[in-house]
């Protein structure tokens, strides 16, 4: 299974972006994805994740600005960000639980995508 993201990019504090992951691969399935980000000298931290039925979870910081969601048609999660600001700057990167015919059920992460926010 391999994820693919896109969707990152510059934007002004206040402003909006929506980024995407879409998974993709032969005999799998996808089970929870969710989204992380790292910014420079900081741990990778969980911004929000959505279960297969839909649940979601969100963190603090990004709570009433980021909405997930997914799309299980097409295997794909996304994140909406709104109200950006400059400490939302960070590569943001996808992740799924899922299993496959090949690898069985196991963790899978996204190359990430860098989301800039200007003051």
């Known amino acids: 299974v391999q994820l693919q993201a896109s969707g990152g990019g510059l934007v002004q504090a206040g402003g909006s972006l929506r980024l995407s992951c879409a998974a993709s691969?032969?005999?799998?399935?996808?089970?929870?994805m969710g989204w992380y980000r790292q910014a420079p000298g900081n741990q990778r931290e969980l911004v929000a994740s959505?279960?297969?039925?839909?649940?979601?979870n969100y963190a603090d910081s990004v709570k009433g600005r980021f909405t997930i969601s997914r799309d299980n048609a097409k295997n794909t999660v996304y994140l909406q960000m709104n109200s950006l600001k400059p400490e939302d700057t960070a590569v943001y990167s996808c992740?799924?639980?899922?299993?496959?015919?090949?690898?069985?059920?196991?963790?899978?992460w996204g190359q990430g995508t860098l989301v800039t926010v200007s003051s």
């Open positions: 959505i279960t297969d039925s839909g649940s979601t």
């Open positions: 992740n799924a639980d899922g299993w496959s015919l090949y690898d069985g059920t196991r963790n899978y």
């Open positions: 691969g032969r005999y799998f399935r996808i089970n929870a």
